[in-house]
């Protein structure tokens, strides 16, 4: 039996909101009614899993269709800055980004206003 469309090997996901949750759990289940048996939501017109690149390629072409061109690594940036102005814990962000060293994560947390929302109240 495939996991769940948001599962990781530790278990459900702790990153996604309800909504979110819902959705792809809609088109998972979307995708087992057509016969495609796979662990992965979104794949491509051969069946198989999106790879990093084809993703990358699909979002530049979307941004540059709406005229609003950007490196796609910027939208990893922008999770991570997302992410932590919402308060996620930042040994939770390490692990979500994938990053080695928790420095690098660091750098996110810096930027949040998280700490400092009621610093004048």
Same mark, same amino acid.
């Not at 959705?23 to 979104?42: C, H, M, P, Q, T």
């Not at 491509?44 to 796609?72: C, D, H, T, Y």
């Not at 997302?82 to 979500?96: K, S």
């Given at each position: 039996?495939?996991? %769940? *469309?948001? %599962?990781? =090997?530790?278990? @459900? !996901? *702790?990153?996604?909101?309800?909504?979110?949750? =819902? $959705?792809?759990?809609?088109?998972?289940?979307?995708?087992?009614?057509?016969?495609?048996?796979?662990?992965?939501?979104?794949?491509?017109?051969?069946?198989?899993?999106?790879?990093?690149?084809?993703?990358?390629?699909?979002?530049?072409?979307?941004?540059?269709?709406?005229?609003? *061109?950007? *490196?796609?690594?910027?939208? /990893?940036? !922008?999770?991570?800055? $997302?992410?932590?102005? /919402?308060?996620?814990?930042?040994?939770?962000?390490?692990?979500?980004?994938?990053? @080695?060293?928790?420095?690098?994560?660091?750098?996110?947390? @810096?930027? !949040?206003?998280?700490?400092?929302?009621?610093?004048? /109240?």
């Amino acid at each position: 039996m495939p996991a %769940s *469309p948001t %599962s990781t =090997k530790t278990g @459900a !996901s *702790p990153y996604l909101e309800r909504d979110e949750h =819902k $959705a792809l759990g809609e088109l998972w289940r979307a995708n087992a009614k057509k016969g495609i048996k796979s662990d992965y939501v979104f794949l491509n017109e051969r069946g198989q899993p999106f790879g990093r690149m084809g993703i990358g390629r699909m979002i530049e072409r979307a941004g540059e269709s709406a005229k609003l *061109p950007f *490196p796609v690594h910027m939208l /990893r940036h !922008s999770t991570g800055y $997302a992410l932590a102005a /919402r308060g996620m814990d930042t040994r939770r962000l390490q692990h979500y980004l994938g990053h @080695a060293s928790i420095t690098n994560t660091v750098r996110y947390t @810096a930027m !949040s206003p998280e700490p400092f929302k009621d610093i004048w /109240r």
